[in-house]
């Protein structure tokens, strides 16, 4: 789940490009709690609203399934729909709004009656499962980043939706006034901000309702004002669901890397929060939502809910003030949460503000802003960087112009990357890496196991192939079904459909259409086949000159059993299997260690006999071998220090 913003792409590679391009528009999501999590908060909800309530709710519910909407489940929390649903109940609507939809407008027009909307229900129920099952850290990073990447698959769009404004987020905190904070947030013209949606949307459904109960019970207009209703209340509840987020508390400042690395950290490791009416609690974020914020985020959910179902009868004095405060409700429900910036005008008198004021008391109070006193800040691997490596590799070498036998020899390498990282769109456990390396490499001489015959004896004094440096270039890139896909997909996708652009380099990045080259956490670090996402190239004889000892055919002098070839070429590796036992990340440099196993083709470009003279070019095969490779890298993401910046006050 990623940063609501867009990402800077800046092009120091054609890796880093293709990588930026696929994923440049492509917000890092931060989109609190998980699809199950936004279901169970608002089935609890649902269940702790007395019986005038839930009648309400249920008659509502009833009215708007007649005629074509039996997308709907009969039941308001559908207990009986299982790991396939056939149907969408009303505690997962808030789950559909927000991030799966961009307006109850859109909720209502394409998503509900949408191909994809009950597969975007299964993963979920599939998400609940597995993150229950998870007994480890790793197993519940291993279950979240699945679920990221299903998700994607099922919804096109889901990596795309919020790319303009930081809605999920509360606003920072600038005073420490209640009334003045909660006016603020949904005041016409402010950043888009989950208490500010929240509001808007409440009230409007309260709005809708108010119409709704003036109606005769057979009027025509029931039905569809029905449905109004629970699409623009669901809306409502998301937000006021991602109100009670832990990383949705720590403020909305800073570029997209360290919006979503503290996003993140508070998610898992939670915060000390104190809430309005003077409560201390403990709040953490989407993944991680624990039994406490469950019963705190369900029980303003809850009253919201009790409002609503109060606004359905004929004379409720809420209701009355929210259609004052709101003479197009219907603009509200078309509002674009997803592209707009800025809160729209609602129109809230302070009897409307005194009831709305009482119930939100209960809400977390949001953390400072930039400039000022703030929570520590983390950053996210995410971003342009530049990086060094140094490797050193052992490996087994048969054929070609080598000597018959196998043989062991070594290499070392190192040199420069130039790259884009873009792990959020996949989790810590993400695969979103894409680099371009140069640098050099040195290889040990291999000598030639020869017998005790005269003519082998000038083996025994040189070697085979010497010692030898050479000039390496390498790269890292994600790739959809073929490697290097992306290379083509990326531009031409970016120009026809973004959307899918987005689905195929999401897919990309989790280890392609087939993910078995996604990475999993094993405890003893990450594991991930890597077959065709990273090779390298080193050349040999440019550098320096490379003279090595084939076998010839004698032309001039029978006696002569070898000859001296000036030989260049090009030795080819292709990882297969990454293990990295080590890795660490500190705000914008990562050390990690990754050891890796292929195998490698050395292949000659040119073969001149340079003695004895007036030989032919020497005819030489490719020389195959398979290695174990080690190697120590740094990479350093560009962008500012957030977490360095002192107080202006």
Known sequence: MKTASLVSVRRFSISGFVLGLVFGWTPGRALAWYYPEHRDITAAAIETLGPVGQASLSGLLEEARGGDWDRLCATLADKANGDDPTCVDVAALPALAGDHSCSPRELAEKVLPGPWVLAVARVGQETKKNLAAASTEYAR??????????LQVVDPEYATRAGANHAHFLLPRVEDDFNEYVRLAAREGTSLNALGLYIQYHVAALSFAHGYAELPPNAERRVPLARLILLTEAYALHWLEDIYAAGHVVGTWGDAAWRKGTHDYYSQFGLDFVTWDGKHVILFGDGNMKSADLRR???????????????????????????????????????????????????????????????????????????????????????????VFASATAALRWGGFGPEAPQWFGALAVGLRFGYGAESLTGSTGTALAWLEVGVAMQSAQTYPCGGSPQCAVYDFFPTIPARTGFRVGGR??????????????????????????????????????????????GLGTLQVVAGRTMDATFFGLLTSTSILVPITPIYQPTDPVGIVELKSVQLNFPVLEWVPFKTFATQLVFSSPIQLGFGVELPMSSPVVAPPGYPPASLGPAWSVFVRATFEGRYFFGSREDRVPPSR
């Open 477 to 522: 890139l994600p790739f959809y079904v073929i490697p290097g896909d992306l290379l083509i997909l990326g531009p031409a996708l970016a120009l026809a459909s973004p959307s899918a652009l987005s689905t195929v380099g999401v897919a990309a990045a989790n280890g392609g259409l087939i993910p078995y080259e996604r990475r999993f956490d094993i």
């Open 141 to 150: 990073l291993n279950a979240m980043a699945r679920s990221n990447l299903e």
């Open 297 to 387: 985020t369900s029980a303003a959910v809850s009253t919201s809910l009790q409002q609503l179902a109060d606004a359905l009868r004929p004379g409720d004095g809420l209701a009355a003030l929210a259609s004052a405060a709101i003479p197009d409700p219907q603009a509200i429900f078309a509002f674009d949460s997803c592209q707009e910036e800025t809160q729209p005008r609602v129109r809230i008198e302070e009897e409307l503000w005194a009831e709305l004021g009482s119930q939100l008391r209960t809400m977390p109070v949001p953390t400072r802003g930039e400039g000022d006193v703030h929570p520590a800040r983390f950053r996210e691997e995410l971003g342009p960087f530049l990086g």
